[in-house]
């Protein structure tokens, strides 16, 4: 059974840094692209990053400059750190695991950028 398992949210204060990790239980890792979406209270879910098997990174424009996605292949998870955290960036974040016609979510993992 696949699962993906987030961890590393909580409370900050604005202009401040988390880093948010995945661990995924899942075959091949390797070959899966990796990414992490957020989801604010009444809004739709949305892409924060991405990260392809061959590494090549993909990010959204409202978060460039902001974090970073990384991953290793040897311990299977993914993660973001993620800097300058506004308020707007509260928000659920979601682990994501896709390849072909599969596509993972982990259950998500709180940020509250607040002071």
């Known amino acids: 059974q696949v699962q993906l398992v987030e961890s590393g949210g909580g409370l900050v204060q604005p202009g401040g840094s988390l880093r948010l990790s995945c661990a995924a239980s899942?075959?091949?890792?390797?070959?899966?692209?990796m990414g992490w979406y957020r989801q604010a209270p009444g809004k739709q879910r949305e892409l924060v990053a991405t990260?392809?098997?061959?590494?090549?990174?993909d990010y959204a424009d409202s978060m460039k400059g902001r974090v970073t996605i990384s991953r290793d292949n040897a311990k299977n998870t993914v993660s973001l750190q993620m800097n300058s955290l506004k308020p707007d960036d509260t928000a659920v974040y979601y682990c994501?695991?896709?390849?072909?016609?599969?596509?993972?979510w982990g259950q998500g993992t709180q940020v509250t950028v607040s002071s």
């Open positions: 899942l075959s091949l890792f390797s070959i899966y692209t």
């Open positions: 990260i392809t098997s061959d590494g090549i990174t």
């Open positions: 994501n695991a896709a390849f072909v016609g599969a596509k993972y």
